[in-house]
């Protein structure tokens, strides 16, 4: 079973709007990942926070992460119709695996 | 620098067969992970590798196996195929042992048992 759990399950913006996606998780943990898929091919790593950190910027990325709540989010500001993909949060907690939650489908229409 | 590289893209077996999945890590990472992206079911962790040592398993039946070679290539075998064994196989490589490090997939291998 997934650890992680994303909110909304998938979401339909226009160009231009900012997309926020949730995650959600379940034990302690060491750091927290946020990863890309194009259409079922590879993940590409996007961001990672550690638990110290609470919030981490990268371009139009913004992570941030709540531990006494066991949540992240995820921030694409200015959204662009090649950022459609499904989104990931994965964390580690313990023997370098990750665990993945189910993924939200952004839209962004052009 | 050359990312992580899987082979092959596509692979279809029937029932039974045996299948064999290829991963090369990014140069000088010693660690490569395999998760399972099967329908319905999310990406699950399958197996870790380090040092050629295999270090963490997931929930996965003993007809799931691999082992890494001492380049850190490594091969996902899979036992007695089932229809449901049918997913995209995802390798992943990262620099250390450390739990906080990066792990960078390669392009994944889509299996299909007929």
């Known amino acids: 079973s997934q650890q992680g759990e994303e909110d909304p399950q998938a979401l339909s913006i226009q160009e231009g709007e900012n997309a926020t996606m949730n995650c959600s998780y379940k034990?302690?943990?060491?750091?927290l990942q946020w990863y890309r898929q194009n259409s079922g091919r590879g993940l590409v790593h996007l961001i990672l926070i550690r638990s110290n950190e609470r919030e981490k910027h990268s371009g139009r990325l913004r992570v941030t992460l709540d531990t006494s709540k066991k949540s992240s989010s995820l921030l694409i500001t200015a959204s662009r119709a090649a950022d459609t993909a499904s989104y990931f949060c994965?964390?580690?907690?313990?023997?370098?695996?990750?665990?993945f939650g189910e993924g939200t489908q952004l839209t962004v229409n052009p | 620098e050359a990312g992580v590289t899987q082979s092959p893209t596509h692979l279809i077996k029937t029932r039974g067969q045996q299948a064999t999945l290829r991963c090369s890590p990014i140069?000088?990472?010693?660690?490569v992970y395999w998760y399972q992206q099967a329908l319905g079911l999310g990406l699950q962790f399958l197996l870790w590798y380090d040092e050629g040592e295999e270090r963490n398993r997931g929930n996965f039946p003993p007809r799931f196996s691999g082992r890494q070679f001492p380049n850190y290539s490594s091969e996902l075998n899979v036992n007695a195929l089932e229809l449901e064994d049918s997913a995209l196989y995802l390798c992943?490589?990262?620099?250390?042992?450390?739990?906080?490090?990066?792990?960078?997939f390669g392009p994944g291998t889509r299996l299909t048992v007929l």
């Open positions: 140069s000088g990472h010693t660690s």
């Open positions: 992943a490589s990262s620099s250390s042992i450390g739990r906080t490090d990066t792990q960078y």
């Open positions: 034990t302690s943990i060491n750091n």
């Open positions: 994965a964390t580690v907690a313990s023997g370098s695996r990750l665990t």
